[in-house]
C-alpha cells in the first residue's frame, strides 16, 4: 500500500513513519529508540496492525485499515516520580480529537470521554486505547502508544462494548486527519508538561484531565492483585493515580494501576 499524504501531520511532528503493516507500533518503535540520536516526539503510524498490544500483555487485531495505531517517543527532561501523567495525558489528547471530530460531524462531543487510566469512550464504548512503556536504558524516554478504533463497521467490533468514529461520526476521515489532531493535542499538553518540570498542576494537565475523566464521581470496581475493590473515585492524586472511597469506608485509597469497570449504581448504595 502506498503510504497516505500526511502533511498536515508532519507540520506538527516532522519525524513520522508510515509502516504499511506492523505487529506492535509499540515494540517496532521500542526498538528504534535504541538510537540515542532518534529525536524526541518521533512518530510510528500504520492503519495494519498485527500484533496490537494492550494492558496486561492482552493482543488483539483488527481488518487492516479499520483502526489506526500510532506511538509517540517521548524523552522528556522531568524527574522519573513524574512519568504517571503521560498515559493519561495521552488519553487527554485522544479524547479532544474524537470531541473535535464528533463536534464536527455534528454530534454531540461532551459524548467522548476519557477512563482512567487508559481508554477513550464514546456514549461509555471504547473508542480508543492507551498503553504507555518506559524505554530500558539511561536516559529517560518513553513510548507512548494510541489504537483508534476509525472505519470499523458494527461486524468488525471486537467486542459489544468497543464503537468507532466511522459509527459515531457517521463518516470516514483520512489518516492525515485524524492524526494531525491527536498529535497537535499531544504536543501542546507535552510541551507545556515539559516546559513546567513535570509539574501537572502547574501547566493544569491535574485540572484538564479531572475534567475530561468520566470515571470521577463514578462507582467503580477495580480489579487489583489481591483482590476486587469496590468504591467510588473521588479524584486523582498528584501522581495521576486513582483515589477510591471504598464502600463503606472514610479513607481514600490510591491506585496506581489495574482494570475499572464503571458500576451503575453502586452496590448496596
Not at 540515542?36 to 493482543?59: C, E, H, I, N, Y
Request: charge should be negative; glycine fraction near 8%.
Amino acid at each position: 500500500m502506498t503510504a497516505p499524504d500526511l502533511s498536515s501531520s508532519l507540520d506538527v511532528a516532522p519525524h513520522i513513519t508510515w509502516l504499511t503493516e506492523a505487529g506492535s507500533t509499540n515494540a517496532e518503535l521500542t526498538s528504534r529508540a535504541a538510537d540515542p540520536t532518534m529525536p524526541d516526539f518521533s512518530v510510528l503510524v500504520t492503519d495494519a496492525q498485527t500484533s496490537g498490544r494492550g494492558r496486561r500483555d492482552r493482543v488483539w487485531t483488527t481488518p487492516p485499515g479499520a483502526s489506526l495505531a500510532t506511538s509517540v517517543l517521548l524523552r522528556p527532561a522531568v524527574p522519573a516520580d513524574r512519568l504517571g501523567w503521560i498515559p493519561l495525558m495521552a488519553g487527554l489528547a485522544m479524547t479532544r480529537s474524537v470531541q473535535m471530530l464528533l463536534a464536527g460531524a455534528g454530534m454531540r462531543a461532551a459524548d467522548a470521554s476519557l477512563k482512567w487510566p487508559n481508554d477513550v469512550l464514546v456514549r461509555g464504548l471504547k473508542v480508543s486505547g492507551i498503553l504507555s512503556e518506559l524505554i530500558p536504558g539511561d536516559e529517560l524516554a518513553v513510548v507512548i502508544g494510541a489504537g483508534l478504533n476509525t472505519s470499523m463497521t458494527r461486524d468488525q467490533l471486537p467486542v459489544d462494548s468497543a464503537t468507532s468514529l466511522a459509527i459515531e461520526c457517521r463518516r470516514t476521515y483520512s489518516v492525515d486527519t485524524v492524526l494531525s489532531l491527536y498529535l497537535k493535542q499531544l504536543r501542546e499538553l507535552y510541551e507545556a508538561f515539559v516546559a513546567s518540570g513535570g509539574d501537572a498542576r502547574a501547566c493544569g494537565l491535574v485540572s484538564q484531565v479531572s475534567a475530561a475523566c468520566e470515571t470521577l464521581g463514578q462507582a467503580v470496581k477495580v480489579q487489583l492483585p489481591d483482590g476486587d475493590l469496590v468504591g467510588v473515585a473521588r479524584g486523582l492524586d498528584a501522581d495521576g493515580r486513582l483515589l477510591v472511597q471504598p464502600e463503606g469506608e472514610s479513607v481514600l485509597r490510591s491506585i496506581s494501576a489495574g482494570d475499572v469497570t464503571h458500576l451503575r449504581p453502586l452496590p448496596n448504595g
